[in-house]
């Protein structure tokens, strides 16, 4: 996170500028943030490589939900928050097998894979595999006026300019499902990364009951698909603003 852009590192409003309209910058810019956090993790409401995190690369993420893995980036490697890990929180329905629920010092809920180690830096919050191949991504979306689908879409332009192999497999408004937010969006991309293997992400962005635009993204590689929308479904199932 840093956005979980699949393909370049930590993005910035600045590098998107001249590529983009503002609005798309602005976007972007969140995007790089989620990528950024599998970058973290090796070394998505919304979510690189390099230096890469645990998780690969960080997802697309901007101050609004979004994912990707940031792309190969001068930038050095973040490092391990030095934030309390969260606690296992009791709550009235318990995650599946191999999960557990943690109310995260980022002040939200949520529900990860057992055994993801938490890191955390200007590009969100991020849970990271312990093979360092595939994580999550959690990014407040700050940018004034930026719908989810406009925050996801901005993601992907980047992802065309700095990841390579980038493919939009799939953008789409998300309405319709059990419990999704009324204003939410989906992104779903691949793109290959230093080490010669191929991520695929999939990035929702939404708002929160408490008006707060998220992105919350899952990565991990090509090969393990469709894992990566197994772990964003559970993650969003237990999501919840404002914990902390």
């Not at 956090?37 to 090796?42: F, W």
């Not at 893995?69 to 391990?80: A, G, I, M, N, V």
């Not at 290959?192 to 939404?206: I, L, M, N, Q, S």
């Amino acid at each position: 996170g840093r956005w979980e852009h699949a393909g370049s590192p930590a993005w910035t409003a600045s590098r998107l500028l001249g590529r983009v309209p503002r609005r798309a910058v602005a976007v972007a810019g969140a995007v790089a943030a989620v990528l950024v956090a599998g970058v973290v993790g090796s070394r998505l409401f919304l979510g690189g490589d390099g230096a890469e995190p645990v998780a690969g690369e960080p997802p697309a993420s901007v101050s609004a939900p979004v994912t990707a893995e940031p792309e190969p980036s001068t930038d050095p490697p973040l490092e391990p928050s030095s934030a309390p890990t969260p606690t296992t929180t009791p709550t009235g329905t318990a995650p599946p097998a191999g999960y557990r629920t943690v109310d995260d010092t980022g002040g939200f809920t949520i529900a990860v894979p057992e055994g993801w180690d938490r890191t955390e830096s200007d590009q969100g919050v991020f849970y990271n595999a312990p093979d360092g191949r595939s994580l999550l991504q959690v990014f407040v979306i700050r940018e004034p006026g930026l719908t989810p689908y406009e925050a996801l879409s901005g993601v992907s332009a980047d992802g065309r300019a700095n990841k390579p192999g980038y493919e939009e497999i799939g953008l789409r408004r998300v309405g319709g499902e059990p419990d999704a937010p009324a204003d939410a969006a989906e992104l779903v991309y691949a793109y290959d990364r230093e080490d010669g293997t191929r991520r695929k992400v999939v990035d929702r962005a939404f708002t929160a009951p408490d008006g707060t635009h998220y992105a919350v993204l899952a990565a991990g590689p090509e090969t393990d698909w469709p894992r990566q929308r197994e772990h964003l479904r559970v993650a969003l199932e237990f999501f919840r603003p404002g914990t902390s």
